[in-house]
């Protein structure tokens, strides 16, 4: 093998088609375009949500919601999740409970702009709570098992 005999494979080279240049080369006059239209114009395309002059569903679709940037979005945790944490000593029930101490904890993975607490499950310990939010339910679950909930 020499480097002045390498040489291409048959066919790995061709010639660009030049359109537009005369009926003997195939594709002359119209260039490959058909005859008129809106394609056959230079620089003019349909757009890819064109349906045929009839109004698009994008149009058609109501425009509805609103989302607030200024939104608090909360941690929640609800009562049996506190009682089951209690239970295998990842919370100890005489401290009180903030989200610092569920995020140490890690009972939680982030604390985002504050926790509410939800009543979803049953507590039977007494605890104390320091939360952003809570349902009333959750508060007379958690004042009936003999603990107290504050504000932040």
Known sequence: MKLNALMDNFGARQNASRVGRGMGSGSGKTAGRGHKGQKARSGSR??????????PILRRFP???FNNPFAKEYV???LGDIEKFI?????NAKEVITIDSLLA???INR???GLKVLAD???KSSVNIVADKWSKAAEAAIVKAGGSIKNN
Not at 87 to 91: N, T, Y
């Open 76 to 78: 929640t945790i609800n």
């Open 46 to 55: 349909k757009q890819a949500t064109f349906q045929g002059g009839q109004m």
């Open 87 to 91: 239970a295998s000593g990842k919370i």
């Open 105 to 107: 904890a890690k009972v």
């Open 111 to 113: 604390k985002l702009d």
């Open 121 to 123: 499950g049953e507590i």
């Open 63 to 65: 425009k509805f919601g």
